[in-house]
């Protein structure tokens, strides 16, 4: 088995994370009593904002795959009325109603989702402008500069800035290894100057 371990509940955005937070999700997750009596999972309203929030932070380097668009497509047929309110109501206080609706429409038009009176009034909305629809610029280097811009800006203190610009400039040798397929400790200075460098033309570009 495969697992994908998370320190937070999205690794794209931290801001995201503190308010869709692991104790607002455990609060109302659902059990799963075939798994044990500790198996949970998000209820169907989470688990879509999740579902179009994490499509949206790979959408620059990834595209679209249709594994993430069919999840948001059963999602969608699966919520209620109240459901599809609650959605609606997380997607607008977290502001990310524009890139929510570009999933469900994105999903629709794939596989012809039918979408309950709750779920269409939501993409007749007309959101304020909302930074997170920045992460829907496709193209890797616009998603890398998205995401940091956005990080940055949701990160309250100056100590905090440098402390996510230099944990992203000098990451972990383990990583810097593995990242780059490089085994030999001694080339070690020549990734890090090669990160650099990779960070400055896309910085500039």
């Not at 949206?56 to 999602?75: E, F």
């Not at 459901?83 to 609606?88: A, C, D, L, P």
């Not at 440098?162 to 001694?186: D, S, T």
Request: proline share 4%.
């Amino acid at each position: 088995n495969s697992y994908d371990v998370h320190w937070l509940i999205s690794n794209n955005n931290r801001e995201f994370s503190r308010k869709f937070s692991y104790e607002r999700l455990m609060a109302n997750a659902l059990d799963i009593p075939e798994l044990g009596k500790n198996a949970f999972t998000l209820n169907f309203s989470d688990a879509l904002v999740l579902a179009c929030f994490h499509r949206a932070g790979h959408y620059a380097q990834s595209g679209d795959r249709l594994i993430w668009l069919y999840d948001i497509h059963l999602l969608c047929e699966k919520l209620s009325r109240e459901e599809s309110v609650s959605f609606s109501n997380t997607a607008k206080e977290l502001e990310i109603v524009q890139l929510s609706q570009d999933a469900i429409r994105t999903a629709q038009s794939w596989f012809g989702t039918s979408l309950n009176p709750a779920l269409i009034s939501f993409l007749n909305e007309q959101p304020q402008d909302e930074t997170s629809s920045a992460y829907l610029q496709p193209g890797r280097a616009a998603g890398i500069k998205n995401r940091a811009y956005l990080e940055l800006r949701n990160l309250s203190t100056l100590s905090e800035r440098v402390a996510y610009v230099f944990q992203n400039l000098f990451p972990p040798p383990a990583y810097m290894r593995w990242r780059y397929g490089e085994k030999r400790k001694a080339v070690l200075p020549w990734l890090y100057f090669r990160r650099l460098m990779d960070g400055a033309s896309i910085l500039f570009k």
